[in-house]
């Protein structure tokens, strides 16, 4: 059949509120975890990464929180400023097979800033 | 530190030809991988590098291919291109777990 585009979720968020993007992943067996941040034109650029053993993890202005039970990824953004409009990934990946660079990422999420 | 480049940018092919893109990794890093990108399909993962051997590999066709050089410098290699091909091709180097991404290469083949 004719392949379609995929639909990308969209979050909208005034600037200054906090943003949470959230993503399920499907391979109970990956033990790590990346969100990445990809603006127009662009590759995707590292934020955050967490490891299974642990179910959360902060950065600058970034939290992320995993969740193993559910097998759920969420990005919290503090204080969202225009600059962080762009589409966001989350990445997962099994070590077990031998190297930590298969990632398998997400659809993406939208983040629309606005002011 | 520089980041990781690839070349051309951008790049116009015709059905049928073949293209060959190049990307420089981080310094240090040894391993390379390479994604495409597509409206339709998202990331996918093509195959990675890690000392001039390729040590895992996606679900794409043999006309897709690569190498990495002892620099770990890598190139891909896309033969008899058809109009699906048309993409934004990453490549992405990394030390450990965490890989970072270049600018991409947008192939676009008429």
Known sequence: GESVGLHLPTLSVQEGDNSIINCAYSNSASDYFIWYK?????????????????????????????????????????????????????????????????????????????L | KAGVTQTPRYLIKTRGQQVTLSCSPISGHRSVSWYQQTPGQGLQFLFEYFSETQRNKGNFPGRFSGRQFSNSRSEMNVSTLELGDSALYLCASSLHETQYFGPGTRLLVL
Request: include cysteine; proline fraction near 3%; charged fraction near 20%.
């Open chain 1, 38 to 114: 990809q603006e127009s034109g662009k590759g995707p650029q590292f934020i955050i990464d967490i490891r299974s053993n642990m179910d959360k993890r902060q950065g600058q202005r970034v939290t992320v929180l995993l969740n193993k039970t559910v097998k759920h990824l969420s990005l919290q953004i503090a204080a969202t400023q225009p600059g962080d409009s762009a589409v966001y990934f989350c990445a997962e990946n099994d070590s077990n097979t031998g190297t930590a660079s298969k990632l398998t990422f997400g659809t993406g999420t939208r983040l629309q800033v606005t």
